[in-house]
């Protein structure tokens, strides 16, 4: 396991003219993670990414992380959604991110790194659960602020084809990290979700009023886990909010995304948030 706190200020890289394409159009596209992946793949394999976001939840001093985004490379199947569930329900207490992530929060715009290999986890279910699972060799994590009050992780993963990360591979890639946490702050500026109503009920009554009229295939219940989830309220706050259980929610969200993945929505507060717009 390796951790580094690097410089947030972009420093001058020798890219190819249709990568720093990929940089400038990830803040346009509906699934900006899916583009900030294929920007990643010009540099050197990466299978998967997760966008992680960290929320206060009820009666904890502790943020706890909710999925944004999930994609992997093509040809390879998105284990990303199933993995962060059993991450969120089991683990992510354990994980020497969840640290780090609260560590960035209070250094204000500082910018974290994390490297972990398979061998490294040292809970077994964990390592059985997500990285023998999923077959994953190796996971680089990068925490930051994009945006002042934010928080949030980008995570690459390695499937065991391929190996896990070199030592030249993982410098490459922490060269490029402040060019991600600079793109992901584009993202976040000119994302719907940016403009939100003055209160937190008004933003979730308009959110769930427009999933209504443009998903009337959702039951009351996904309409309100899925407005909420829109809004940047975390499982455990919309649990909370419903007065149900944490894994009603998993559940409920699961079932709406089934559905709306007809509509081109797979999963993740971005995707919802633009499908709102």
């Not at 809970?123 to 930051?144: C, G, K, M, N, P």
Request: one cysteine or more; glycine letters at 6%; aromatic letters at 6%.
């Amino acid at each position: 396991m390796q951790t580094w706190h690097l410089d947030p200020t972009p420093a001058p890289q020798p890219l190819a003219a249709d990568s720093v394409a990929l940089l400038l159009q990830a803040p346009q596209d509906d699934a900006p993670g899916a583009t900030l992946l294929a920007f990643l793949n010009r540099l050197t394999a990466v299978d998967y990414l997760s966008l992680v976001e960290y929320l206060p939840q009820p009666r904890s001093p502790l943020a706890a992380p909710e999925l944004v985004e999930g994609h992997a490379r093509p040809g390879l199947a998105n284990v990303t959604p199933d993995c962060f569930q059993r991450y969120r329900q089991w683990f992510w207490r354990e994980d020497e991110g969840t640290r780090l992530a609260h560590q960035a929060d209070r250094r204000g715009g500082g910018l974290a790194a994390l490297h972990v290999q398979a061998e490294d986890i040292h809970v077994a279910s964990w390592r059985s659960e997500i990285y023998d699972r999923a077959h994953l060799s190796a996971r680089l994590s990068f925490f930051y602020e994009p945006v002042p009050g934010t928080t949030f992780s980008m995570n690459l993963y390695r499937d065991r084809s391929h190996g896990g990360f070199a030592a030249d591979e993982i410098a490459r890639l922490l060269a490029v990290a402040p060019l991600l946490r600079q793109a992901h702050r584009c993202v976040l500026r000119s994302s719907p979700a940016a403009a939100r109503p003055t209160s937190r009920d008004q933003q979730v009554e308009r959110a769930q009023a427009t999933l209504r009229r443009k998903a009337p295939e959702l039951s009351a219940r996904e309409l309100a886990v899925c407005a909420r989830i829109a809004c940047g309220i975390s499982a455990d706050g919309i649990a909370a909010e419903l007065d149900v259980a944490p894994s009603t929610v998993i559940t409920l969200r699961k079932r709406a995304y089934a559905k709306l993945s007809a509509r081109g929505v797979t999963g993740g507060r971005l995707q919802l948030a633009a499908f709102l717009h």
